[in-house]
């Protein structure tokens, strides 16, 4: 570069020349501007938030080759097919590379033509990488996923720990880490075990603008999961995050029987299933997913427009990265918790249960129980969901209202009378409990209270009770529901193993004397349809006719990458396909007005894009 002076302009050009992007995400700007300058980098940027271009563009400035290391062989190769479809000249070494193609390699890299060259960090390391990687001309290193290099991080790799060799073997060249995990402890371990040399730290903003998040009461998780899938998300990808394999598998079923083919996804699943499942949901061919957390490294499907979580998660960090695999594509999605306080306990018993197995002490799991605590207390309060997750991440936000959470969008309701209903509730168990000597559990409770005689009821005398029909009328779920928050408020307790029952205690006499207020919230009847404050136009939703000329173009998409062999968003991702179908180009000029389309693709694919168009 002329004396360093890289100017706005000449990145702006490469990034929509090669890739169409009209303008540059947060601070994507500056990570490219740290490596062209030779200056050693840390970005942290969510999930989505366009690390890749950080890398990819500045070898196209500065004309050398830049040395990526990526943890994933399967999205190496995406990576690679997608580059080389927008004209970039890249490649990969790994394992499962033939002898010719690694030839030809390296010749395009002695040519000097080579731009990007991923490797898996097992062959970054070998000796005969090592001694050679001195003569390919390096002039960046980029380490992806780098928090792979820490014990502190959820995906801790060996042989991260001695990439520092590289930087060993090739002395003056930058090094650049790039990570979506943002706790300080992981940053610091990267910065040292990497050996940065006073590293530009860039640090983004944690919040998902374009995610509307929702806590829901779970009641039939079945009919719940089914709802929300046809009424706002048919045809759409989703995943549903289980607890369980069972569930990912029972679900699955269920949603089969309520009319929506899903697949089911686990770690007890063989290599070969799992193969076809993850395949059969990149290709598009597959758009709902029921799955473990097992389900999503690895899986780069950028426009999943819904993420359910059947219960709670077992971190506010976990949260995080699940719901972040919806809306890569930047446009509105949604992710919806299903959330009862018998998760908490679940959780509880489960975490328990594996340090005992492994012989450890209490102590030892009290991180464990901090961190279900914290996200406890973020799904069961009633404030912004937006705000609350970015306090978190100890990022403080600003916006008055978010306009894309339940809470926000005033979703969630306060029950009229909160401390009378709380009071009817604690009355009713501690009544219940008095006349046979025994505790019961929620939904038993509730049958009480609404004044049902089933057998039971009769047979205990629980129909004489003072409390019996007390809250006549009110729905199972929401007597359900308003127990779960008053053991969220630590107003019952819940005890015992795989029933467990309730129990008063001490804060629950101050409600029944009536020396305390309680604030209950009603769940919602039926969610309603998204409306976001400031979308933009190309967030709006499609109109009918559009959305026809949408799936037409989505088809031939798929046929176009099948025939390639590469996964569909290879070709042209949502945003574009809905770009495309907006301004409905005519002719080679006006595609490339169009968000995401840039020269190669336009001599690949714009015959018959505009073809299809035409016809539509
Ligand atoms: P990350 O690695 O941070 O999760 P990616 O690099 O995979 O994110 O980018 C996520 C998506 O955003 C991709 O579909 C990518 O094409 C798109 N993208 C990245 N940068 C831009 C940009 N400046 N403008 C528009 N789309 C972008
Ligand atoms: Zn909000």
């Known amino acids: 570069m002329d004396g360093l002076a890289l100017s706005q302009e000449a990145m702006s050009d490469a990034a929509e020349r090669v890739w169409g992007f009209r303008a540059f995400r947060p601070l994507q700007a500056e990570a490219v501007r740290a490596v062209v300058e030779g200056r050693d980098s840390l970005v942290v940027l969510p999930t989505g938030g366009g690390k890749s271009l950080c890398y990819q563009l500045p070898p196209l400035l500065t004309e050398n080759l830049t040395l990526v290391v990526s943890p994933l062989i399967a999205l190496m190769q995406d990576q690679v097919d997608g580059l080389r479809l927008n004209g970039y000249p890249a490649a990969a070494l790994h394992s499962q590379i033939e002898d010719d193609e690694q030839r030809a390699t390296f010749d395009a890299i002695e040519s000097g033509e080579l731009r990007l ?27 992806d996923e780098a928090h792979c290099i820490s014990q502190w991080g959820h995906d801790f790799r ?71 899938l046809t009424t706002r998300h048919a045809g759409d990808a989703a995943i549903v995050y289980c607890m369980s394999r069972k569930e990912t598998e029972q679900l699955a079923e269920g949603l089969g029987k309520r009319g929506i083919t899903a697949g089911a996804y686990h770690a007890g699943m063989s290599g070969e299933q799992r193969r076809r499942v993850q395949e059969r949901f ?28 059947a219960s709670m998660p077992k971190s506010v960090e976990a949260y995080q990265q699940e719901t972040g695999r919806a809306g890569r594509d930047g446009l509105p999605s949604e992710c919806v918790l299903l959330y009862s306080s018998a998760d908490a306990a679940r959780w509880h018993r489960l975490i328990e249960g594996s340090a005992f197995e492994a012989g450890m002490d209490e102590d030892s799991i009290r991180p464990q129980l901090d961190l279900l605590a914290q996200i406890r207390r973020l799904v069961s309060g009633a404030r912004c969901r937006h705000r609350a997750l970015s306090e978190h991440f100890g990022q403080s936000y600003d916006e008055p209202g978010c306009g894309a959470c339940d809470v926000c969008l005033d979703e969630v309701k306060p029950v009229e009378d909160s401390t009378v209903v709380a009071q009817k509730i604690l009355a009713c168990v501690a009544r219940a409990r008095e006349a046979t000597g025994t505790a019961y559990g929620a939904a038993y409770v509730a049958e009480i209270l609404r004044g049902r005689r089933t057998q039971k009821v009769v047979e205990r005398g629980h129909d004489r009770l003072s409390t019996f029909g007390l809250m006549n009328g009110a729905r199972k779920e929401f007597i359900v529901s308003c127990i779960d928050q008053l053991v969220d408020l630590e107003l019952l307790e819940r005890s015992g193993g795989e029933y467990p029952v309730l129990v008063l205690t001490k804060a629950s006499v101050e409600v029944l004397r009536g020396e305390r207020e309680v604030e209950l919230l009603a769940p919602p009847q039926a ?13 709006e939703p499609l109109a009918p006719e559009e959305h026809e000329v949408f799936d037409r173009l989505r088809a031939l998409r798929r046929r176009l990458a099948e025939e390639m062999g590469v996964p569909p968003y290879v070709v042209f991702n949502d945003a574009t396909l809905r770009d495309m179908v907006r301004k409905r180009p005519g002719d080679a000029g006006s595609m490339l007005e169009v968000k995401g389309v840039g020269r190669a693709k336009v001599e690949r694919f714009g015959e018959a894009f505009l073809d299809e168009l035409q016809s539509a």
């Open 117 to 143: 060259l991923l490797v898996s960090p097992e062959r970054a390391v070998t000796g005969g990488f090592l001694s050679r990687v001195r003569d390919l001309g390096v002039g960046a290193i980029a380490i």
């Open 158 to 228: 060996p042989e991260y720990r001695r990439l520092a060799e590289l930087r060993d073997r090739l002395p003056g060249v930058s090094m650049h880490a790039y990570t979506a995990t943002a706790t300080p402890r992981v940053r610091e371990d990267i910065v040292e075990q990497l050996g940065l040399d006073e590293p530009e730290v860039l640090v983004g903003r944690f919040d998902r603008p374009n995610l509307t998040y929702r806590v829901v009461p779970r009641v039939r998780v079945a009919d719940q999961v089914a709802e929300i």
């Open 282 to 309: 990149t290709t598009e061919r597959l758009n709902v997913v029921c799955a473990t957390v097992a389900f999503g490294m690895g899986i780069d499907r950028s426009d999943v427009r819904c993420v359910i979580h």
């Open 527 to 539: 969610a309603r349809p998204e409306r976001r404050r400031g979308a933009s136009e190309d967030e």
